[in-house]
């Protein structure tokens, strides 16, 4: 039985790390795509001339860029964390960043 315990432990920690890298990023990077497209004006007709279009958010921009700097991160984060394992370290998270120490 514990063994059993074992197996469910580790498919829940994978099941979650999927959901959140395999499913999250992308969905992340969309709200990005939608955040500037809000910021932009949030239309995507032409307007004939002279007829004012939807009025610019800044909010939005910023909330794109934000994202994608999210996205950016969690990319860098699983590079560094592959490149790592190559050389025989482990990324910790003892601290506010994320550092690179030897396997214990």
């Given at each position: 039985?514990?063994?059993?315990?074992l197996?469910?432990?580790?498919?829940?920690k994978?099941?979650?790390?999927s959901?959140?890298?395999?499913?999250?990023?992308?969905?992340?990077?969309?709200?990005?795509?939608?955040?500037?497209a809000?910021?932009?004006?949030?239309?995507?007709?032409?307007?004939?001339?002279?007829?004012?279009?939807?009025?610019?958010?800044?909010?939005?921009?910023?909330?794109?860029?934000?994202?994608?700097?999210v996205?950016?991160?969690?990319?860098?984060?699983?590079?560094?964390?592959?490149?790592?394992?190559?050389f025989g370290?482990?990324?910790?998270?003892?601290?506010?960043?994320?550092?690179?120490?030897?396997?214990?």
């Amino acid at each position: 039985m514990h063994n059993l315990t074992l197996a469910f432990e580790g498919a829940w920690k994978v099941l979650a790390a999927s959901l959140i890298l395999g499913a999250g990023l992308p969905a992340v990077f969309a709200l990005g795509i939608r955040s500037l497209a809000y910021g932009a004006g949030g239309e995507a007709e032409v307007h004939e001339t002279g007829t004012a279009g939807p009025k610019p958010h800044a909010v939005g921009t910023a909330g794109g860029y934000l994202a994608f700097a999210v996205v950016l991160l969690g990319i860098a984060l699983g590079i560094t964390f592959v490149v790592a394992t190559g050389f025989g370290k482990a990324l910790s998270f003892e601290h506010v960043y994320p550092t690179i120490v030897d396997k214990h």
